[in-house]
């Protein structure tokens, strides 16, 4: 911290350049600027909407359609996007350091159609759909289980009949085992952690950058609203992802 701004790009270059993997969590924020809403923002869809009603596995229990219709216009609203400058420069980066991994809590598929080759996906995706009982996945464009909800007309599993649903982390679930467990051991080995457009409050993906700067990471953070990580963090960009990211990528560029 207390670094002079002149100073900042010069100093986080250096810090990349030494670095042997550099860790990139990336939250709603990052997508802010395709037209994908976040969550809690003035404008987030935690503002309209109620987390326990829809994004919860017991919703999807007691009222499975209901949460269909909410994520199928989910689904809509994300089928147009675009990765923005923000993604790109997160696809260019991880040619221009040594490792790079991109943790990522949003379900839009942007970091993986902007070139990011390897992406954990902690919360799902949901391009894809998955069995709730029998946990078979489905990926986009297999023709069984691409469809349009109809109310009344609950999609089925075609291998076991059971109830199928998107491949999303809902509130009520554990993350994926191999995704945590290897976002976990990452976060604690890398050397430079990047936490990017996200509130840092929901866990456990919030206890990430912490545990990188724990074990010694520099820690950035780039919110246009900065967080409670923030106090953490060796360095915090005040500004959208979409902005501060090319940056970066550019002086790394022009250092080479
Ligand atoms: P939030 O909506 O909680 O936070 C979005 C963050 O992005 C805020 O801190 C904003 O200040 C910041 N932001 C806004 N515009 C930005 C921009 N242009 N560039 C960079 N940052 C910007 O979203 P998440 O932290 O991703 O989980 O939320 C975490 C989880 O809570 C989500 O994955 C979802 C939600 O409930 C589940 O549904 C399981």
Known sequence: MGIHASNKLETLVEQLRQAKTVCA??????????????????????????PEELANVNAFISNPSLVWEWYNWRRQLMSGVKPNLGHLALAELQDLVDSFVLITQNVDNLHRVAGNR???????????????????IFEKGDQETDFVFKPGELPKCPL???RLRPDVVWFGE????????????????????????????????????????????????????????APMA???????SGEALPLIVQALKDSA
């Not at 809403?37 to 987030?44: A, C, K, L, N, V």
């Not at 390897?118 to 078979?136: F, T, W, Y």
């Not at 051991?185 to 724990?214: E, M, R």
């Not at 060796?234 to 959208?240: A, I, Q, R």
């Open 174 to 229: 554990n993350l994926p085992v191999d995704a945590i467990e290897r976002a976990w051991t990452l976060s604690q080995q890398c050397d430079v952690f990047l936490s990017i457009g996200t509130s840092s409050i929901v866990y456990p993906a919030a206890a990430l950058p912490q545990l990188a700067k724990q074990a010694g990471a520099y820690l950035v953070e780039i919110n246009p609203k900065p967080t409670d990580l």
């Open 118 to 136: 390897d992406v954990i996906e902690l919360h799902g995706n949901i391009s894809r759909n998955k069995c709730h009982d029998c946990g078979k």
């Open 25 to 50: 969590l990336t939250g709603a924020g990052v997508s802010k600027e395709s037209g994908v809403p976040t969550f809690r923002d003035e404008d987030g869809l935690w503002q309209k909407f109620r």
């Open 234 to 240: 060796d360095m915090v960009f005040s500004s959208p």
């Open 160 to 162: 076991c009949n059971g």
